[in-house]
């Protein structure tokens, strides 16, 4: 039968098949070719035995956390404690502009802000680029995205990822923890990774991707990454958008038609320290 596995334990494999979950083993061979099932993972098994046979192909992956077969991301993004980071976000952005999974922004613990001007500039800004930004409260929006997905849910520790799977379905009752005033950041409370149901979809609640690390990626991959830049065209086929003469990005940053804290993201992701 073909199942999806929905949690992993130890040597454990929790495939889930027509509303009953299994759990499985992996078969021998699978060990000896050094083959991992994730999370996500799509696989063919027997229900009598209790043994994946196959793991079929994956459209996407992550090693850490430790994903697969992801249709969208919601990047989990608090405004205070911890303070909004720009940086950190464009991060995400690109990690799952590099992995194909649609990102969508969500926007936490409004109620801490006084003056929501400046941060609304800068969402409407990644609005017109592309991206979807909504807030945390907008409980029946973000469930219509839910349907019929595989979603993971991302971000700042002690941004409300936990928190927020807590509201939209509360009888998961996921642990959540408080966030340190002198560091400005939370404390892990998910430890496992796990696929919660949801709103006919699946949320993926994660201890975190520990690696957005983007050294694994070309320049030109992380260039690639950053969607608006295709909109204005270059002389110069391959241009790095960097010191670089009748460079049209570089020119939409002068114009103000790129925010200047993209750019100077894209020149840290591609630093000279990379080469």
């Known amino acids: 039968m073909k199942g999806q596995i929905v949690k992993i334990i130890s040597d454990l494999h929790f495939v889930k098949y027509d509303n009953k979950i299994y759990p499985c083993k992996c078969r021998g061979i699978l060990r ?72 969508i922004i969500i926007i936490t613990k409004t109620d801490l802000v ?12 990644y609005r017109k680029i ?21 979603s993971v849910f991302t971000g700042q520790t002690g941004a409300g990822k936990s928190t927020l799977i807590n509201k939209l379905d509360d009888s998961y009752d996921i642990e959540t923890g408080d966030v340190s005033i002198s560091l400005g950041r939370g404390r892990h409370t998910t430890r496992e990774t ?32 950053f969607i608006e830049f295709n909109n204005y065209p270059c002389e110069y086929r391959d241009c790095s958008h960097i010191n670089t003469e009748n460079c049209g990005v570089i020119q939409a940053v002068l114009d103000n038609n ?18």
Not at 46 to 74: G, H, M
Not at 198 to 220: H, R
Not at 258 to 275: A, P, T
């Open 114 to 125: 006084d003056d929501m001007s400046k941060f609304e500039e800068i969402f409407n800004y």
């Open 130 to 150: 592309g991206y979807e930004v909504i807030y945390n409260t907008e409980i029946d929006k973000i469930m219509s995205l839910l349907d019929g997905k595989i």
């Open 258 to 275: 790129i925010i200047k804290s993209r750019y100077d993201n894209y020149l840290k992701f591609v630093g000279d320290d990379r080469r």
């Open 32 to 103: 000896h070719e050094h083959i991992t099932p994730l999370v996500g993972e799509y696989v063919l098994f027997d229900e009598n035995e209790l043994i994946i046979n196959e793991i079929l192909p994956r459209k996407n992956s992550f090693d850490r956390p430790k994903v697969c077969n992801i249709d969208q991301a919601f990047i989990i993004t608090s405004l205070v404690i911890p303070d909004f980071s720009l940086n950190l976000l464009d991060k995400f952005l690109v990690l799952m502009e590099l992995h194909k999974v649609k990102p």
């Open 194 to 225: 796990s696929m919660y149901e949801v709103s006919s979809g699946y949320i993926i609640d994660t201890p975190g991707f520990s690696a957005l690390d983007l050294n694994n990626y070309s320049k030109e991959e992380i260039k690639s990454a």
